[in-house]
Protein backbone atom coordinates (compact mmCIF):
# COMPACT_ATOMS: atom_id res chain seq x y z
CA UNK A 1 0.00 0.00 0.00
CA UNK A 2 1.14 3.37 -0.89
CA UNK A 3 1.04 6.81 1.30
CA UNK A 4 -1.73 7.94 -0.83
CA UNK A 5 -3.49 4.88 -0.38
CA UNK A 6 -3.05 4.66 3.13
CA UNK A 7 -4.10 8.30 3.57
CA UNK A 8 -7.31 7.73 1.52
CA UNK A 9 -7.62 4.60 3.65
CA UNK A 10 -7.92 6.82 6.94
CA UNK A 11 -8.01 10.57 6.12
CA UNK A 12 -8.76 10.96 9.46
CA UNK A 13 -5.30 10.22 10.49
CA UNK A 14 -2.93 12.85 11.57
CA UNK A 15 -0.09 14.47 9.14
CA UNK A 16 3.18 12.95 9.75
CA UNK A 17 5.68 14.87 11.95
CA UNK A 18 8.10 16.53 9.70
CA UNK A 19 11.00 16.38 12.09
CA UNK A 20 9.57 12.57 12.82
CA UNK A 21 12.89 10.81 12.06
CA UNK A 22 14.87 12.75 13.74
CA UNK A 23 12.80 12.40 17.06
CA UNK A 24 12.33 8.41 16.66
CA UNK A 25 16.45 8.12 16.73
CA UNK A 26 15.89 10.29 20.05
CA UNK A 27 13.80 8.47 21.87
CA UNK A 28 15.05 4.80 20.65
CA UNK A 29 18.51 6.63 21.91
CA UNK A 30 16.19 6.81 25.22
CA UNK A 31 14.73 3.57 24.88
CA UNK A 32 18.35 1.82 23.95
CA UNK A 33 19.43 2.96 27.80
CA UNK A 34 16.85 1.95 29.81
CA UNK A 35 16.80 -1.75 28.19
CA UNK A 36 20.46 -2.10 28.34
CA UNK A 37 20.31 -1.72 32.28
CA UNK A 38 18.16 -4.77 32.00
CA UNK A 39 21.23 -6.80 31.56
CA UNK A 40 24.14 -4.12 31.79
CA UNK A 41 24.98 -5.70 35.31
CA UNK A 42 25.40 -8.73 34.38
CA UNK A 43 29.04 -8.72 33.96
CA UNK A 44 29.62 -6.47 37.10
CA UNK A 45 28.74 -9.51 38.76
CA UNK A 46 32.12 -10.01 40.19
CA UNK A 47 33.49 -6.77 40.25
CA UNK A 48 30.13 -5.92 42.67
CA UNK A 49 30.51 -9.26 44.95
CA UNK A 50 34.28 -8.00 45.36
CA UNK A 51 34.62 -4.46 46.01
CA UNK A 52 30.76 -4.04 47.42
CA UNK A 53 31.31 -7.27 49.43
CA UNK A 54 27.73 -8.32 47.77
CA UNK A 55 26.18 -11.67 48.16
CA UNK A 56 24.48 -13.60 45.48
CA UNK A 57 20.94 -12.54 46.73
CA UNK A 58 22.47 -8.83 47.01
CA UNK A 59 23.21 -9.44 43.18
CA UNK A 60 20.42 -10.80 42.42
CA UNK A 61 18.06 -7.68 44.25
CA UNK A 62 20.71 -5.19 42.19
CA UNK A 63 19.22 -6.45 39.32
CA UNK A 64 15.41 -7.37 40.07
CA UNK A 65 14.57 -4.49 41.57
CA UNK A 66 15.03 -2.06 38.80
CA UNK A 67 12.65 -4.97 36.62
CA UNK A 68 9.85 -5.78 39.48
CA UNK A 69 9.99 -1.83 39.90
CA UNK A 70 9.60 -0.85 36.48
CA UNK A 71 7.36 -3.70 35.48
CA UNK A 72 4.93 -2.65 38.58
CA UNK A 73 4.54 0.62 37.33
CA UNK A 74 4.36 0.82 33.76
CA UNK A 75 0.79 0.45 33.60
CA UNK A 76 0.13 3.84 35.72
CA UNK A 77 3.28 5.43 33.67
CA UNK A 78 1.20 4.64 30.33
CA UNK A 79 -2.02 6.04 31.81
CA UNK A 80 -0.62 9.09 33.56
CA UNK A 81 1.11 10.09 30.33
CA UNK A 82 -1.99 10.11 28.61
CA UNK A 83 -3.82 12.05 30.99
CA UNK A 84 -1.29 14.40 31.98
CA UNK A 85 1.02 14.49 28.92
CA UNK A 86 2.82 12.10 27.24
CA UNK A 87 5.91 14.85 26.92
CA UNK A 88 5.70 15.77 31.03
CA UNK A 89 6.22 11.99 31.71
CA UNK A 90 8.69 11.56 29.08
CA UNK A 91 10.32 14.72 30.64
CA UNK A 92 10.30 13.23 33.98
CA UNK A 93 10.73 9.95 33.44
CA UNK A 94 14.64 10.96 31.54
CA UNK A 95 14.92 13.23 34.59
CA UNK A 96 14.21 10.38 37.24
CA UNK A 97 16.36 8.10 35.31
CA UNK A 98 19.42 9.97 34.94
CA UNK A 99 19.00 10.86 38.59
CA UNK A 100 18.93 7.46 39.55
CA UNK A 101 21.96 6.58 36.82
CA UNK A 102 23.62 8.97 39.44
CA UNK A 103 23.16 7.99 42.30
CA UNK A 104 23.67 4.14 41.54
CA UNK A 105 27.43 4.68 40.15
CA UNK A 106 28.23 6.42 43.44
CA UNK A 107 26.90 3.90 45.49
CA UNK A 108 29.16 1.95 48.18
CA UNK A 109 27.22 -0.58 49.60
CA UNK A 110 24.68 -2.78 48.12
CA UNK A 111 22.16 -1.43 50.03
CA UNK A 112 22.36 2.38 48.44
CA UNK A 113 22.51 0.54 44.54
CA UNK A 114 19.56 -1.41 45.50
CA UNK A 115 17.74 1.62 46.03
CA UNK A 116 19.14 3.60 42.91
CA UNK A 117 18.16 0.58 40.85
CA UNK A 118 14.45 1.14 42.66
CA UNK A 119 14.75 4.99 41.57
CA UNK A 120 16.13 3.98 37.78
CA UNK A 121 13.15 1.61 37.36
CA UNK A 122 10.47 4.48 38.46
CA UNK A 123 12.26 6.55 35.52
CA UNK A 124 12.65 3.39 32.78
CA UNK A 125 8.77 2.66 33.45
CA UNK A 126 7.74 6.54 32.23
CA UNK A 127 10.31 5.83 29.37
CA UNK A 128 9.00 2.29 27.91
CA UNK A 129 5.35 3.96 27.89
CA UNK A 130 5.83 7.45 26.29
CA UNK A 131 8.75 6.60 23.92
CA UNK A 132 6.12 4.11 21.92
CA UNK A 133 2.94 6.52 22.48
CA UNK A 134 4.86 9.34 20.68
CA UNK A 135 6.16 6.70 17.97
CA UNK A 136 2.34 6.28 17.58
CA UNK A 137 1.59 10.03 17.75
CA UNK A 138 3.98 11.19 15.24
CA UNK A 139 3.84 8.62 12.44
CA UNK A 140 0.55 8.28 9.61
CA UNK A 141 -0.72 5.51 8.93
CA UNK A 142 1.72 4.51 5.78
CA UNK A 143 4.92 4.94 7.94
CA UNK A 144 3.92 3.73 11.44
CA UNK A 145 4.82 -0.12 11.19
CA UNK A 146 8.00 0.61 9.93
CA UNK A 147 8.74 2.97 12.89
CA UNK A 148 7.43 0.89 15.36
CA UNK A 149 9.64 -2.33 13.48
CA UNK A 150 12.92 0.44 14.44
CA UNK A 151 11.79 0.74 17.81
CA UNK A 152 11.25 -2.90 18.31
CA UNK A 153 14.10 -3.93 17.24
CA UNK A 154 16.11 -1.06 19.03
CA UNK A 155 14.69 -2.41 21.97
CA UNK A 156 15.90 -6.28 20.81
CA UNK A 157 19.82 -4.51 21.01
CA UNK A 158 19.16 -2.85 24.18
CA UNK A 159 18.06 -6.13 25.80
CA UNK A 160 20.94 -8.04 24.47
CA UNK A 161 23.80 -6.18 24.32
CA UNK A 162 23.92 -5.13 27.70
CA UNK A 163 27.12 -7.39 28.75
CA UNK A 164 28.97 -6.32 25.62
CA UNK A 165 28.85 -2.99 26.70
CA UNK A 166 29.26 -3.48 30.32
CA UNK A 167 31.82 -5.48 29.29
CA UNK A 168 33.88 -2.43 27.54
CA UNK A 169 33.04 0.21 30.21
CA UNK A 170 34.52 -2.49 33.08
CA UNK A 171 37.85 -3.09 30.88
CA UNK A 172 38.17 0.94 31.11
CA UNK A 173 37.10 2.35 34.33
CA UNK A 174 35.36 1.13 37.77
CA UNK A 175 31.62 -0.76 37.83
CA UNK A 176 29.69 2.72 38.67
CA UNK A 177 31.00 3.40 34.90
CA UNK A 178 28.25 1.79 33.48
CA UNK A 179 25.41 3.78 35.54
CA UNK A 180 27.17 7.35 34.64
CA UNK A 181 27.28 6.80 31.09
CA UNK A 182 23.31 7.13 31.43
CA UNK A 183 23.68 10.77 32.32
CA UNK A 184 24.82 12.47 29.29
CA UNK A 185 22.22 10.37 26.98
CA UNK A 186 19.58 11.46 29.42
CA UNK A 187 20.95 15.28 28.81
CA UNK A 188 20.91 15.05 25.34
CA UNK A 189 17.18 13.38 25.74
CA UNK A 190 16.10 16.20 27.87
CA UNK A 191 17.08 18.79 25.87
CA UNK A 192 15.54 17.00 22.57
CA UNK A 193 12.84 16.34 23.81
CA UNK A 194 11.77 19.57 25.17
CA UNK A 195 12.76 21.38 21.89
CA UNK A 196 11.19 18.24 19.28
CA UNK A 197 8.46 16.55 20.26
CA UNK A 198 5.11 17.91 20.89
CA UNK A 199 2.73 17.72 23.24
CA UNK A 200 -0.58 15.46 23.52
CA UNK A 201 -2.80 14.13 26.18
CA UNK A 202 -6.24 12.64 26.33
CA UNK A 203 -8.12 14.44 29.25
CA UNK A 204 -10.81 12.19 29.84
CA UNK A 205 -8.16 9.09 29.98
CA UNK A 206 -8.32 6.42 32.85
CA UNK A 207 -7.46 7.94 36.34
CA UNK A 208 -3.65 6.20 37.42
CA UNK A 209 -4.66 3.39 39.71
CA UNK A 210 -2.29 4.07 42.49
CA UNK A 211 -3.13 1.18 44.29
CA UNK A 212 -3.02 -1.57 41.77
CA UNK A 213 0.51 -0.10 40.84
CA UNK A 214 1.30 -0.69 44.63
CA UNK A 215 -0.15 -4.39 44.99
CA UNK A 216 1.70 -5.46 41.99
CA UNK A 217 5.19 -4.53 42.99
CA UNK A 218 4.62 -5.55 46.34
CA UNK A 219 3.28 -9.13 45.47
CA UNK A 220 5.58 -9.47 42.87
CA UNK A 221 8.89 -8.35 45.49
CA UNK A 222 7.52 -10.70 47.60
CA UNK A 223 7.18 -13.71 45.40
CA UNK A 224 10.87 -12.89 44.26
CA UNK A 225 12.18 -12.80 47.36
CA UNK A 226 11.13 -15.94 48.43
CA UNK A 227 12.95 -17.76 45.45
CA UNK A 228 15.86 -16.01 46.00
CA UNK A 229 16.08 -16.94 49.32
CA UNK A 230 14.82 -20.57 49.16
CA UNK A 231 18.36 -21.84 48.49
CA UNK A 232 20.10 -20.25 51.55
CA UNK A 233 16.83 -20.55 54.07
CA UNK A 234 15.05 -23.97 53.19
CA UNK A 235 12.37 -23.92 50.28
CA UNK A 236 10.26 -25.10 53.50
CA UNK A 237 11.52 -22.37 55.95
CA UNK A 238 8.85 -20.26 57.99
CA UNK A 239 10.57 -17.12 56.28
CA UNK A 240 10.43 -18.18 52.82
CA UNK A 241 6.73 -19.94 52.99
CA UNK A 242 5.46 -16.54 54.84
CA UNK A 243 7.11 -14.38 52.45
CA UNK A 244 5.86 -16.46 49.39
CA UNK A 245 2.36 -16.50 51.17
CA UNK A 246 2.14 -12.99 51.90
CA UNK A 247 3.33 -12.64 47.69
CA UNK A 248 0.37 -14.44 46.52
CA UNK A 249 -2.39 -12.92 48.84
CA UNK A 250 -1.43 -9.64 48.17
CA UNK A 251 -1.58 -10.68 43.56
CA UNK A 252 -4.52 -12.15 44.95
CA UNK A 253 -5.88 -8.82 46.26
CA UNK A 254 -4.13 -7.02 42.97
CA UNK A 255 -6.50 -8.87 40.44
CA UNK A 256 -9.67 -8.39 43.45
CA UNK A 257 -9.27 -4.49 43.17
CA UNK A 258 -9.01 -4.56 39.47
CA UNK A 259 -12.17 -6.16 38.87
CA UNK A 260 -13.57 -4.04 41.06
CA UNK A 261 -12.92 -0.14 39.76
CA UNK A 262 -13.83 1.22 36.63
CA UNK A 263 -10.35 2.50 35.88
CA UNK A 264 -8.27 -0.89 36.03
CA UNK A 265 -4.45 -0.66 35.58
CA UNK A 266 -4.50 -4.31 34.05
CA UNK A 267 -7.80 -5.08 32.42
CA UNK A 268 -8.45 -8.67 33.69
CA UNK A 269 -11.00 -9.54 30.81
CA UNK A 270 -8.26 -9.37 28.25
CA UNK A 271 -7.47 -12.58 29.70
CA UNK A 272 -11.09 -14.57 28.70
CA UNK A 273 -8.95 -13.81 25.27
CA UNK A 274 -7.36 -17.27 24.06
CA UNK A 275 -5.53 -15.26 21.89
CA UNK A 276 -4.59 -12.56 24.05
CA UNK A 277 -3.23 -14.86 26.70
CA UNK A 278 -1.19 -17.20 24.14
CA UNK A 279 0.57 -14.42 23.17
CA UNK A 280 1.11 -13.05 26.37
CA UNK A 281 2.57 -15.89 27.64
CA UNK A 282 4.83 -16.60 24.46
CA UNK A 283 6.09 -12.71 25.96
CA UNK A 284 6.91 -13.56 29.40
CA UNK A 285 8.31 -17.21 28.30
CA UNK A 286 10.69 -15.17 25.80
CA UNK A 287 11.60 -12.43 28.59
CA UNK A 288 12.19 -15.82 30.95
CA UNK A 289 14.66 -16.92 28.43
CA UNK A 290 16.89 -14.27 27.34
CA UNK A 291 16.98 -12.86 31.51
CA UNK A 292 17.58 -16.05 33.23
CA UNK A 293 19.58 -17.29 30.42
CA UNK A 294 22.09 -14.17 30.20
CA UNK A 295 22.07 -14.05 33.76
CA UNK A 296 23.66 -17.10 33.76
CA UNK A 297 26.28 -16.72 30.71
CA UNK A 298 28.37 -14.13 32.01
CA UNK A 299 28.95 -16.24 35.22
CA UNK A 300 29.65 -19.11 33.34
CA UNK A 301 32.17 -17.41 31.23
CA UNK A 302 34.04 -15.56 33.73
CA UNK A 303 33.62 -18.28 36.49
CA UNK A 304 34.02 -20.78 35.05
CA UNK A 305 35.76 -20.66 31.33
CA UNK A 306 38.17 -17.68 32.94
CA UNK A 307 37.24 -14.42 30.67
CA UNK A 308 37.16 -11.22 31.57
CA UNK A 309 34.45 -8.82 31.58
CA UNK A 310 34.94 -7.37 27.96
CA UNK A 311 35.68 -10.80 26.91
CA UNK A 312 32.43 -11.90 28.56
CA UNK A 313 30.35 -9.16 26.90
CA UNK A 314 31.92 -9.81 23.10
CA UNK A 315 30.99 -13.47 23.73
CA UNK A 316 27.00 -13.18 24.70
CA UNK A 317 27.32 -10.15 21.21
CA UNK A 318 26.19 -13.20 18.31
CA UNK A 319 22.57 -13.56 20.36
CA UNK A 320 22.14 -9.64 19.75
CA UNK A 321 23.38 -9.54 16.50
CA UNK A 322 21.62 -12.37 15.28
CA UNK A 323 17.96 -10.75 16.65
CA UNK A 324 18.93 -7.46 14.85
CA UNK A 325 20.06 -9.01 11.64
CA UNK A 326 17.24 -10.92 11.21
CA UNK A 327 14.30 -8.56 12.96
CA UNK A 328 15.64 -5.69 10.32
CA UNK A 329 15.27 -8.81 7.52
CA UNK A 330 11.61 -8.81 8.43
CA UNK A 331 11.84 -12.65 8.66
CA UNK A 332 9.54 -13.00 11.43
CA UNK A 333 6.85 -11.08 10.13
CA UNK A 334 7.32 -12.56 6.64
CA UNK A 335 6.36 -15.91 8.01
CA UNK A 336 3.17 -15.03 9.96
CA UNK A 337 1.06 -15.24 6.33
CA UNK A 338 2.62 -18.21 5.49
CA UNK A 339 3.22 -20.50 8.51
CA UNK A 340 0.37 -18.71 10.32
CA UNK A 341 0.89 -17.29 13.75
CA UNK A 342 0.54 -20.04 16.13
CA UNK A 343 3.51 -22.15 14.03
CA UNK A 344 5.41 -19.53 13.80
CA UNK A 345 5.50 -18.81 17.53
CA UNK A 346 5.92 -22.43 18.24
CA UNK A 347 8.71 -22.79 15.78
CA UNK A 348 10.44 -19.71 17.42
CA UNK A 349 9.97 -20.84 21.21
CA UNK A 350 11.13 -23.99 19.78
CA UNK A 351 14.65 -22.83 18.73
CA UNK A 352 14.41 -20.40 21.63
CA UNK A 353 14.68 -23.76 24.03
CA UNK A 354 17.03 -25.65 21.57
CA UNK A 355 19.29 -22.76 22.39
CA UNK A 356 19.44 -23.04 26.02
CA UNK A 357 19.23 -27.03 25.87
CA UNK A 358 22.43 -26.43 23.19
CA UNK A 359 24.58 -24.04 26.09
CA UNK A 360 23.96 -26.51 28.84
CA UNK A 361 25.21 -29.54 27.17
CA UNK A 362 28.20 -28.14 24.81
CA UNK A 363 29.10 -25.25 26.50
CA UNK A 364 30.58 -26.17 29.58
CA UNK A 365 33.37 -27.60 27.95
CA UNK A 366 34.57 -24.33 25.44
CA UNK A 367 32.76 -21.39 23.63
CA UNK A 368 31.96 -23.37 20.48
CA UNK A 369 29.06 -25.03 21.69
CA UNK A 370 27.61 -21.47 23.29
CA UNK A 371 28.21 -19.60 20.53
CA UNK A 372 25.75 -22.30 18.82
CA UNK A 373 23.26 -21.60 21.66
CA UNK A 374 22.93 -18.60 21.54
CA UNK A 375 22.59 -18.00 17.33
CA UNK A 376 19.96 -20.17 18.01
CA UNK A 377 18.41 -18.10 20.68
CA UNK A 378 19.03 -15.58 18.58
CA UNK A 379 16.90 -16.81 15.34
CA UNK A 380 14.24 -18.15 17.60
CA UNK A 381 13.98 -14.36 19.58
CA UNK A 382 13.32 -12.70 15.99
CA UNK A 383 11.20 -15.54 14.61
CA UNK A 384 8.85 -15.26 17.82
CA UNK A 385 8.63 -11.64 18.85
CA UNK A 386 7.08 -10.01 15.27
CA UNK A 387 4.13 -13.14 15.65
CA UNK A 388 3.45 -12.66 19.46
CA UNK A 389 3.35 -8.82 18.65
CA UNK A 390 0.92 -9.11 15.83
CA UNK A 391 -1.34 -11.53 17.89
CA UNK A 392 -1.22 -9.16 21.06
CA UNK A 393 -2.48 -6.39 19.42
CA UNK A 394 -4.83 -8.15 17.19
CA UNK A 395 -7.05 -9.56 20.06
CA UNK A 396 -7.82 -6.55 21.58
CA UNK A 397 -10.15 -3.44 20.39
CA UNK A 398 -8.53 -0.69 18.61
CA UNK A 399 -9.60 1.91 21.14
CA UNK A 400 -7.61 -0.27 24.26
CA UNK A 401 -4.35 -0.97 21.85
CA UNK A 402 -2.21 1.07 24.55
CA UNK A 403 -3.51 -1.12 27.36
CA UNK A 404 -2.46 -4.16 25.45
CA UNK A 405 0.60 -3.09 25.01
CA UNK A 406 1.17 -1.87 28.16
CA UNK A 407 0.39 -5.45 30.10
CA UNK A 408 2.88 -6.92 26.88
CA UNK A 409 5.38 -5.07 28.21
CA UNK A 410 4.55 -5.38 32.31
CA UNK A 411 4.61 -9.20 31.90
CA UNK A 412 7.70 -9.43 30.08
CA UNK A 413 9.70 -7.39 32.46
CA UNK A 414 7.89 -9.55 34.98
CA UNK A 415 9.51 -12.63 33.10
CA UNK A 416 13.04 -11.07 32.82
CA UNK A 417 12.92 -10.98 36.63
CA UNK A 418 11.39 -13.94 37.34
CA UNK A 419 13.72 -15.60 35.02
CA UNK A 420 16.58 -14.25 37.18
CA UNK A 421 15.49 -15.05 40.10
CA UNK A 422 13.98 -18.62 39.47
CA UNK A 423 16.66 -19.79 37.02
CA UNK A 424 19.69 -18.23 40.14
CA UNK A 425 17.56 -20.52 42.31
CA UNK A 426 18.04 -23.63 40.66
CA UNK A 427 21.15 -22.84 40.56
CA UNK A 428 21.89 -22.31 43.62
CA UNK A 429 20.12 -25.11 45.04
CA UNK A 430 22.02 -27.72 42.77
CA UNK A 431 25.72 -25.64 43.71
CA UNK A 432 24.75 -26.30 47.61
CA UNK A 433 23.42 -29.61 47.16
CA UNK A 434 26.98 -31.15 45.21
CA UNK A 435 29.06 -28.91 47.54
CA UNK A 436 27.51 -28.37 51.13
CA UNK A 437 30.49 -27.18 52.40
CA UNK A 438 30.35 -23.75 50.40
CA UNK A 439 26.79 -23.06 51.32
CA UNK A 440 27.90 -20.53 53.67
CA UNK A 441 29.96 -18.90 51.74
CA UNK A 442 28.23 -15.65 50.23
CA UNK A 443 29.00 -15.93 46.69
CA UNK A 444 31.43 -18.16 44.39
CA UNK A 445 34.57 -16.06 44.48
CA UNK A 446 34.31 -16.05 48.11
CA UNK A 447 34.00 -20.25 47.83
CA UNK A 448 36.86 -20.01 46.07
CA UNK A 449 39.18 -17.94 48.39
CA UNK A 450 37.94 -19.84 51.27
CA UNK A 451 38.86 -23.14 49.30
CA UNK A 452 41.78 -25.35 50.67
CA UNK A 453 43.97 -26.81 47.44
CA UNK A 454 43.74 -27.27 43.57
CA UNK A 455 41.44 -30.08 43.86
CA UNK A 456 38.84 -28.36 46.42
CA UNK A 457 38.79 -25.15 44.08
CA UNK A 458 38.09 -27.42 41.21
CA UNK A 459 35.39 -29.26 42.95
CA UNK A 460 33.56 -26.05 43.45
CA UNK A 461 34.07 -25.00 40.39
CA UNK A 462 32.29 -28.07 38.54
CA UNK A 463 29.61 -27.84 41.23
CA UNK A 464 29.19 -24.23 39.81
CA UNK A 465 29.00 -25.52 35.97
CA UNK A 466 26.69 -28.64 36.96
CA UNK A 467 24.11 -25.98 38.59
CA UNK A 468 24.86 -23.89 35.91
CA UNK A 469 23.70 -26.56 33.41
CA UNK A 470 20.70 -27.50 35.11
CA UNK A 471 19.26 -24.02 35.30
CA UNK A 472 19.52 -23.75 31.42
CA UNK A 473 18.13 -27.14 30.99
CA UNK A 474 15.37 -26.02 33.34
CA UNK A 475 14.80 -22.86 31.47
CA UNK A 476 14.56 -25.02 28.11
CA UNK A 477 11.93 -26.94 29.15
CA UNK A 478 9.84 -23.76 30.66
CA UNK A 479 10.92 -22.35 27.05
CA UNK A 480 9.70 -24.85 25.29
CA UNK A 481 6.43 -25.75 26.99
CA UNK A 482 5.54 -22.02 27.26
CA UNK A 483 5.73 -22.22 22.94
CA UNK A 484 3.81 -25.04 23.20
CA UNK A 485 0.90 -23.63 25.65
CA UNK A 486 1.02 -21.01 23.31
CA UNK A 487 0.97 -22.14 20.14
CA UNK A 488 -2.37 -24.42 21.34
CA UNK A 489 -4.50 -21.61 22.61
CA UNK A 490 -3.74 -19.51 19.64
CA UNK A 491 -4.96 -22.12 17.07
CA UNK A 492 -7.91 -22.66 19.74
CA UNK A 493 -8.64 -18.86 18.97
CA UNK A 494 -8.08 -18.48 15.45
CA UNK A 495 -10.60 -21.89 15.55
CA UNK A 496 -12.96 -20.32 17.34
CA UNK A 497 -13.03 -17.18 15.50
CA UNK A 498 -13.58 -18.86 12.12
CA UNK A 499 -16.59 -20.55 13.47
CA UNK A 500 -17.94 -17.35 14.90
CA UNK A 501 -17.44 -15.63 11.37
CA UNK A 502 -19.77 -18.36 9.66
CA UNK A 503 -22.24 -18.45 12.40
CA UNK A 504 -22.61 -14.69 11.62
CA UNK A 505 -22.29 -15.32 8.01
CA UNK A 506 -25.03 -17.79 7.95
CA UNK A 507 -27.21 -15.63 10.31
CA UNK A 508 -26.58 -13.08 7.61
CA UNK A 509 -27.82 -15.20 4.76
CA UNK A 510 -30.97 -16.15 6.94
CA UNK A 511 -32.06 -12.73 7.41
CA UNK A 512 -31.93 -11.92 3.66
CA UNK A 513 -33.42 -14.08 1.81
CA UNK A 514 -32.19 -12.04 -1.07
CA UNK A 515 -28.20 -12.65 -0.65
CA UNK A 516 -26.35 -14.13 -2.82
CA UNK A 517 -25.40 -17.89 -1.63
CA UNK A 518 -21.31 -18.06 -0.65
Given at each position: MTATDAAQTNPLAPPSHPQRWLILGVICLAQLTV??????????????????????????????????????????????????????????????????????????????LIAARAGMGVGGALLMTTTLAVVVQIFDDSERVKAIGIWSTVSSLGFAVGPLIGGVMLDHFWWGAIFLINIPVAVLGLVAVVRLVPESKNASGERPDLLGALLSTIGMAAVVYAIISG???????????????????????????????PYPMLDMHFFRNQKFVGAVAGAVLVAFGMGGSLFLLTQQLQFVLGYGPLEAGLRTAPLALSVVALNLTGLGARLVPKLGTPLTIASGMGLLAAGLASIALLGGDGYGGMLLGLLVMGAGIALAMPAMANAIMSAIPPEKAGVGAGVNGTLAECGNGLGVAVLGAVLNSRFAALVPSAVGAASLPAALAAARGEGERSRITDAFAS????????????????????ALLLRRAERGEAEGGEAERGESTQADPAAPAA
Amino acid sequence: MTATDAAQTNPLAPPSHPQRWLILGVICLAQLTVLLDNTVLNVAIPSLTRELDASTADVQWMINAYSLVQSGLLLTAGSSADRYGRKKMLIAGLALFGIGSLVAGLADSSAQLIAARAGMGVGGALLMTTTLAVVVQIFDDSERVKAIGIWSTVSSLGFAVGPLIGGVMLDHFWWGAIFLINIPVAVLGLVAVVRLVPESKNASGERPDLLGALLSTIGMAAVVYAIISGPEHGWTSGRVLLTAFTGVAVLTGFVLWELHIPYPMLDMHFFRNQKFVGAVAGAVLVAFGMGGSLFLLTQQLQFVLGYGPLEAGLRTAPLALSVVALNLTGLGARLVPKLGTPLTIASGMGLLAAGLASIALLGGDGYGGMLLGLLVMGAGIALAMPAMANAIMSAIPPEKAGVGAGVNGTLAECGNGLGVAVLGAVLNSRFAALVPSAVGAASLPAALAAARGEGERSRITDAFASGLETSMLGGAVAVLAGGLLAALLLRRAERGEAEGGEAERGESTQADPAAPAA
